[in-house]
């Protein structure tokens, strides 16, 4: 089924001051204040032509059942005209057991708080949806990439809350300002390439900015009456996902270290953090070292390397520089060829992402023998 073309904020007005409806909304994205502002919009629409006890309901999935949302959403109305209904914690954050397997999963969506009959008892409701009922799904940030949203996507109208490099520097900023701490240059840059990552053409790698206002939290905390933030206090204080974790992978890799890179893999995993984050730093951090090692080749100067590398101080240079010497440039543009392959199979197969990713892992690190590579 085709997605639909995403909608954007203004459509949403535009319809709503006509008095159109559509009968499902999906708003997603790492923009809550969007979010929250699109929903308001939704139930105040509603709220000034329905009885207020009966136009607006909220089903939160971690704090009610499933089967009391969709006993909601298919009882006919007899009391409002057109009522709304707000689905929420939709996603799951973790999950016990061992995911391990790559047995394919219901809809390729191993991070939603549903069981398979549950899923399909969804799609088939969004393929037919009541008409008397505005159905608003607010997941908050998603993998767009995944079957189960594309499918939710191919029958709502769609609309992404994801703000822009620009809009997460100027945000970034505004937060290191309002902190009242002062970052020394080499802190305060790597804080940048953590919490804003960067968009360059289709690709967006957004980094830990969703995590941004409570990681500042526990920053200030463990600075105490101190306001001097160096390079060692970050690094020791935040605990959101970071660069070191992937400069640990990378280190395992460019050493062959099977052990070490699997461990690092799983260390991540075990943080709950998603894919997504983990794929863009990556291949971000790949092609980085991919150009510092083509600048070092044509010996050129490190301030022309780091402007090539987009790199913004000598102290992540030299990082990269010490990983950029254990191997050759052909080598990292087969490890950035591996990577996008596994993007790829992630997006089209519905297997276990960091199985596939692990698969990737161990065929950098333990390349095919010539015989192999002559099939």
Same mark, same amino acid.
């Given at each position: 089924?085709?997605?639909?073309?995403?909608?954007?904020?203004?459509?949403?007005?535009?319809?709503?001051?006509?008095?159109?409806?559509?009968?499902?909304?999906?708003?997603?994205?790492?923009?809550?204040?969007?979010?929250?502002?699109?929903? $308001?919009?939704?139930?105040?629409?509603?709220? $000034?032509?329905?009885?207020?006890?009966?136009?607006?309901?909220?089903?939160?999935?971690?704090?009610?059942?499933f089967g009391d949302f969709i006993s909601d959403v298919l009882t006919v109305s007899f009391f409002s005209e057109r009522r709304g209904v707000l689905l929420q914690g939709l996603l799951k954050k973790g999950r016990g057991g061992d995911d391990d397997g790559d047995?394919?999963?219901?809809?390729?969506?191993?991070?939603?708080?549903?069981?398979?009959?549950?899923?399909?008892?969804?799609?088939?409701?969004? /393929? &037919?949806?009541?008409?008397?009922?505005?159905?608003?799904?607010?997941?908050?940030?998603?993998?767009?990439? &995944?079957?189960? #949203?594309?499918?939710?996507?191919?029958?709502?109208?769609?609309?992404?809350?994801?703000?822009?490099?620009?809009?997460?520097?100027?945000?970034?900023?505004?937060?290191?300002?309002?902190?009242?701490?002062?970052?020394?240059?080499?802190?305060?840059? #790597?804080?940048?390439?953590?919490?804003?990552?960067?968009?360059?053409?289709?690709?967006?790698?957004?980094?830990?900015?969703?995590?941004?206002?409570?990681?500042?939290?526990?920053?200030?905390?463990?600075?105490?009456?101190?306001?001097?933030?160096?390079?060692?206090?970050?690094?020791?204080?935040?605990?959101?996902?970071? &660069?070191?974790?992937?400069?640990?992978?990378?280190?395992?890799?460019?050493?062959?270290?099977?052990?070490?890179?699997?461990?690092?893999?799983?260390?991540?995993?075990? &943080?709950?953090?998603?894919?997504?984050?983990?794929?863009?730093?990556?291949?971000?951090?790949?092609?980085?070292?991919?150009?510092?090692?083509?600048?070092?080749? /044509?010996?050129?100067?490190?301030?022309?390397?780091?402007?090539?590398?987009?790199?913004?101080?000598? #102290?992540?240079?030299?990082?990269?520089?010490?990983?950029?010497?254990?191997?050759?440039a052909e080598q990292f543009k087969k490890i950035i060829f591996r990577l996008a392959r596994a993007d790829l199979r992630m997006k089209s197969a519905g297997l276990n992402e960091w199985h596939i990713l692990e698969q990737e892992l161990i065929g950098i690190i333990?390349?095919?023998?010539?015989?192999?590579?002559?099939?």
């Amino acid at each position: 089924m085709a997605v639909k073309e995403n909608h954007s904020l203004k459509d949403l007005q535009q319809s709503l001051a006509a008095g159109t409806t559509a009968p499902v909304y999906l708003f997603h994205g790492e923009q809550e204040n969007g979010i929250a502002s699109a929903v $308001r919009s939704i139930r105040d629409h509603l709220l $000034r032509t329905g009885d207020p006890n009966t136009a607006w309901r909220i089903y939160d999935l971690t704090e009610c059942a499933f089967g009391d949302f969709i006993s909601d959403v298919l009882t006919v109305s007899f009391f409002s005209e057109r009522r709304g209904v707000l689905l929420q914690g939709l996603l799951k954050k973790g999950r016990g057991g061992d995911d391990d397997g790559d047995e394919e999963e219901a809809l390729g969506a191993k991070n939603v708080r549903l069981e398979e009959k549950e899923l399909l008892a969804l799609l088939k409701y969004l /393929q &037919q949806p009541s008409p008397d009922v505005v159905l608003v799904i607010a997941p908050g940030k998603i993998d767009m990439r &995944q079957k189960l #949203w594309k499918e939710i996507a191919a029958t709502a109208f769609t609309l992404s809350f994801n703000l822009a490099e620009a809009d997460r520097k100027v945000i970034f900023e505004e937060k290191l300002k309002s902190s009242g701490l002062t970052f020394a240059p080499d802190a305060r840059a #790597w804080m940048e390439e953590r919490f804003v990552g960067k968009d360059s053409g289709k690709e967006r790698v957004v980094g830990n900015f969703p995590f941004l206002d409570s990681e500042m939290k526990k920053l200030s905390l463990y600075m105490g009456e101190n306001t001097r933030v160096s390079m060692t206090d970050v690094e020791e204080c935040m605990s959101a996902p970071s &660069q070191d974790n992937v400069f640990k992978l990378t280190d395992a890799l460019a050493a062959r270290n099977m052990e070490g890179a699997l461990n690092a893999l799983k260390s991540l995993k075990l &943080q709950g953090i998603h894919y997504l984050p983990v794929m863009g730093m990556l291949a971000s951090h790949f092609r980085k070292l991919l150009v510092v090692r083509s600048g070092k080749d /044509q010996r050129l100067r490190d301030d022309e390397i780091m402007a090539r590398a987009n790199v913004k101080s000598p #102290w992540h240079l030299n990082k990269l520089m010490d990983q950029a010497r254990k191997m050759t440039a052909e080598q990292f543009k087969k490890i950035i060829f591996r990577l996008a392959r596994a993007d790829l199979r992630m997006k089209s197969a519905g297997l276990n992402e960091w199985h596939i990713l692990e698969q990737e892992l161990i065929g950098i690190i333990t390349p095919r023998s010539k015989t192999q590579s002559l099939r």
